[in-house]
């Protein structure tokens, strides 16, 4: 703890006054105010990148982030004990509650001004990993219908509990995937993708609970930019939706309203609607739950995958009812 104070005081010029861990990080108490102090678990060169899309929305007038402090030798970050880690100012604010409409609004109106802010980024820092992800959603779903077919032949196989949970419900989930994926090749998602190249926009694709706060003042601050991505906006917007959705049963009222609080911001195209709404339509969720059990690393017991699998089955008719809505009512 020590030394890492020393390289902080050294690097940074600060006095510091008193360490604090919390969570993963660090909070120090310095003469120039409360600082976060973390280590990241990415390459210089995507921190780089990273760096310079939130200088860019800095410059743009979008001040509520968490910006990385300049070292002395006008670093971004530091290195010692061969990790790196970032200085940002502390944020007086708790993670948002989405569920309490005043603030979803603001948080829904605080990404619809970053999307707006984030165009135009094209001074990208020398050294930079750049990450772009234009025109590859439809690459993405398919794999994904793909997968689908694998994890019945695994579970064909063993037959676990969870094994016949899948093959009695995958059919229709893996026929709406299918559905997602024909009419995302039949739309101008594509033509999209190149408007959005040239205008050079990029997306935060972790905008969730946890790195949206809110402070007692009822402003939002957006942190944690780890995926900064240039990308269509869609992405975080129908992502967006997905994590508050879930939570309430998509409910439709509560869909209508993000929806018209992000367009009252930034207008968003029939051609914009249509992608979120084949993105929504496409069963995420339950394609993760599946894929985790089946590809990933079991950190949960087979019981507690049965449990999180039929929880998600237990949503298909509110998921239903929200796609019929969405498609009879704003497409």
């Known amino acids: 703890m020590l030394s890492i104070k020393q390289e902080v005081i050294d690097l940074y010029n600060l006095e510091v006054f008193d360490i604090t861990p919390v969570r993963d990080i660090l909070l120090l108490k310095t003469d120039k105010g409360l600082k976060c102090f973390k280590k990241v678990d990415y390459s210089i060169n995507t921190l780089l990148f990273i760096h310079g899309g939130k200088e860019h929305l800095y410059s743009k007038g979008f001040s509520n982030i968490d910006r990385f402090n300049i070292c002395e030798d006008g670093k971004p970050y530091v290195e010692f004990d061969e990790s790196v880690y970032v200085l940002t100012d502390w944020i007086d604010a708790r993670e948002c509650e989405l569920e309490n409409p005043i603030e979803l609004k603001a948080a829904t109106e605080k990404l ?4 707006d802010a ?3 980024f094209i001074n990208v820092p020398e050294g930079s990993k750049i990450r772009e992800d234009y025109g590859k959603l439809p690459l993405r779903l398919e794999k994904r219908c793909n997968e689908f077919m694998r994890m019945k032949k695994m579970a064909d196989k063993r037959k676990s509990l969870f094994d016949f949970e899948y093959l009695a419900s995958y059919e229709y989930y893996y026929n709406l995937a299918i559905y997602s994926v024909e009419l995302i090749k039949k739309s101008n998602y594509n033509q999209m ?13 972790d905008y969730s609970y946890h790195n949206i706060l809110y402070t007692n003042n009822k402003e939002v601050y957006i942190i944690d930019f780890d995926y900064l991505t240039y990308d269509l906006r869609i992405i975080d917007i129908a992502s967006f939706m997905q994590k508050v959705l879930k939570r309430i049963h998509w409910d439709i009222k509560t869909g209508e309203s993000i929806l018209k609080w992000y367009n009252n911001i930034s207008t968003l195209s029939k051609d914009e609607l249509y992608i979120i709404f084949i993105i929504l339509m496409f069963p995420y969720r339950y394609w993760k739950t599946c894929n985790r059990y089946f590809n990933g690393k079991k950190s949960w017991s087979e019981k507690i995958y049965t449990s999180k699998l039929n929880e998600v089955i237990a949503e298909k008719d509110f998921h239903r009812d929200f796609i019929m809505w969405y498609e009879k009512n704003i497409l």
């Open 118 to 120: 984030s165009k135009g």
């Open 193 to 205: 993708a190149e408007k959005a190249k040239e205008e050079k926009g990029f997306i935060h694709r």
């Open 112 to 115: 619809a001004q970053l999307h």
